[in-house]
């Protein structure tokens, strides 16, 4: 029998579930700041079975009155993933009852989700909450004009999102839109990007989107950046001081590409920070 594509902690009056949208290739060429020698040794060190293939995940928050979606996957974007909607419902929870939406940032693999196969909004009655600062880079003509072929792709799918469920979506920032979820801004990765922290009971748990995309070797190594980042450098820094505040302060963190269970700890070793898996 195949691993159930989720897993559910509780963290004082809430439930919070991680929850598979699919696999996607990501060769190791995508990095960079880190030779491919040390790159590898560090994942086949880590035990993957594919090291160069990369969990595509969301979290699902249930209490307070609330069922509440921390990004929506790829929908199948791109061709790719797009087994979030049918794994909420082996958890019992249909589209219809998620009654918010909070967006990390706007890469295809989390706001794709967003619309269906016919592209009408996914989650009728969720209000979409999404990074000011995200949707302004989106929009923005130079977002388009200076990127690759791939990238313009990518861009004209976001703003495709952005324009069907535009009734939905409501800009965030630092505010606190849902009850206890504090929005988070870990800008790098891009401009917006943004994790969320709750705090409930004695657990204190930050969902850090896209800190990671190799979790085993950029919590060893930093340094080492992801194509994807808009602002590597920058990356760099916020993934830095992340991990060196989740170690010392002991909290608990989720990312969308950390794979199942996919909640840890920081652990800061001899040979740099490595997560532990709850």
Known sequence: MSPAPFYTLTAGDLTVTAVSDGLMSAPLSLLSGI???????????????????????AYLIRGRGNTVLVDTGTGGANGVGGELIANL????????????????????DHIGGLLSAAGTPAYPNATVFLPT???AYWLATSTFDNASDRGRRNVLL?????????????????EEVIAGIRPCPLPGHTPGHTGYRLEAGDTSLLIWGDIVHFPSIQS?????????????????????ILLHQAASERWLIAGMHLGL??????????????LRSV
Do not use: K, M, W
């Open 261 to 274: 269970p996919g909640f840890a700890r920081v652990v800061n070793t001899a040979s740099g920070y490595c």
């Open 133 to 135: 600062r995200e949707s």
């Open 158 to 174: 976001v703003r495709r999102v952005l324009a069907n469920c535009a009734a939905q979506i409501s800009g965030v920032d630092d």
């Open 220 to 240: 060893a190594r930093p340094e080492a950046s992801v194509a994807f980042d808009v602002d590597p450098e920058q990356a760099r820094r916020t993934r830095e």
């Open 35 to 57: 030779s491919r020698e040390e790159a590898e040794h560090l994942q086949r060190h880590s035990g993957l079975a594919s090291p160069e293939t990369i969990a595509i995940g």
């Open 89 to 108: 419902a082996r958890l019992g929870v249909g589209p219809e009852e998620i009654d918010a939406i909070l967006l990390t940032h706007a890469h295809p």
